[in-house]
């Protein structure tokens, strides 16, 4: 099972959740970590890799209920549009490694259900600068990693340089990576 082992600081941590500029940030439902229990409403900030969540008071105002309820961080994980007639505008994150933890998320519309899913889909570091140029060399991988848009950043860069390496044996006619 893949466990994190990243420790911090909480009262840094909560200072930092409170004070960024998020990536992106806005009211979802999160579904409890007991079985059975429903959906809560929970103010959502997302900074690069890390996802905090807060309580929400009656008027959806998160700043007032003080430091965040939770943090996720977006590590080897996988998010998934699980959009049903029975819950609509429905997402989940899932680790890889670690089945007995799956986050069930909700927006209140479909276009903030996208926005999301596009937004969690590349939170972790971007890997554009690990491999730089080499993609002007194949327009055509790049377009199959685009349409990956529902996979973390450690499956991107997993599927960005296997497609690379096909590609490298494409041109030099030999395995050059062994």
Not at 148 to 170: A, G, I
Request: aromatic residues 14%; glycine residues 6%.
């Amino acid at each position: 099972m893949y466990r994190s082992s990243i420790r911090f600081n909480e009262r840094e941590l909560s200072y930092y959740a409170i004070n960024i500029k998020p990536d992106k940030e806005g009211l979802l439902e999160k579904k409890g970590a007991v079985r059975g229990q429903g959906y809560r409403q929970r103010w959502f900030r997302l900074k690069g890799n890390l996802l905090f969540y807060f309580k929400v008071d009656e008027l959806q105002d998160w700043e007032s209920t003080g430091d965040p309820v939770g943090v996720i961080i977006l590590e080897r994980f996988r998010v998934e549009d699980t959009h049903s007639d029975s819950q609509p505008f429905s997402f989940s994150l899932s680790f890889e490694g670690d089945l007995s933890r799956m986050y069930s998320l909700k927006a209140f519309s479909h276009q903030e259900q996208k926005g999301w899913i596009e937004s969690l889909s590349s939170a972790s570091a971007t890997v554009n600068s690990i491999i730089g140029t080499t993609w002007e060399l194949c327009p055509q991988v790049v377009k199959k990693y685009n349409d990956c848009t529902h996979s973390s950043s450690y499956e991107k860069l997993k599927f960005r340089m296997y497609e690379l390496r096909e590609q490298v044996k494409l041109y030099s006619q030999t395995d050059t990576v062994t």
